[in-house]
């Protein structure tokens, strides 16, 4: 299927939480539960937590759940909803679970107090799946880093969308980039 500017792909959540649009998501490796190749993800548990495996397309919530347009990210990504629902959008429930997208173009939420220039690499910045430029986080030169992609776009303050060049491959990083 394609995305903004990509192909996307399906990842099961290994727990019941929902997730906002453009949120990046993480390999979960240590789920293994599943016996019939399903693979999971979920949402990062901070800063350059993990290889990144796509950035969410649109809302992953419980049924007739709805959210304004510029609800800030951080008040629905991670959050459990309520019985009945919780069981049913990850872990052991049965919804397939996001779509993400993968490869080309995808649209980022900035994090809070973000400094992306275009042409920086940008990675997972906090719990919400948002990103910030490496060198804003303090990142040190020869770290091991995730990165989400490149910036095509500039961000400078909380939750604006940010284009960005899909890039998931683990670099070591270093200082300036």
């Known amino acids: 299927m394609a995305g903004l500017d990509g192909l996307t792909r399906t990842y099961r959540l290994s727990s019941s939480v929902r997730v906002a649009k453009f949120t990046a998501l993480i390999a979960d490796a240590t789920d293994t539960t599943s016996t019939t190749g399903t693979i999971f993800a979920k949402v990062p548990t901070g800063s350059n937590s993990g290889r990144v495996v796509g950035v969410t397309l649109g809302l992953w919530a419980e049924t007739n759940q709805f959210y304004p347009e510029d609800t800030d990210p951080s008040t629905i990504t991670g959050t ?39 042409g920086q690499i940008v990675l997972i910045a906090d ?51």
């Open 127 to 177: 719990v919400y799946g948002r990103v910030d430029s490496a060198s804003h986080l303090s990142i040190s030169g020869g770290t091991k880093i995730y990165p989400v992609g490149l910036a095509v776009t500039a961000a400078s303050a909380t939750n604006v969308v940010v284009l960005v060049e899909l890039m998931f491959l683990p670099i070591a990083y270093v200082s300036g980039s």
């Open 80 to 118: 459990t909803p309520a019985s009945p629902y919780a069981s049913m959008l990850g872990g052991t429930g049965n919804d397939i679970g996001p779509t993400v997208q993968y490869n080309g173009q995808a649209r980022c939420y900035a994090a809070s107090g973000a400094s992306i220039t275009a």
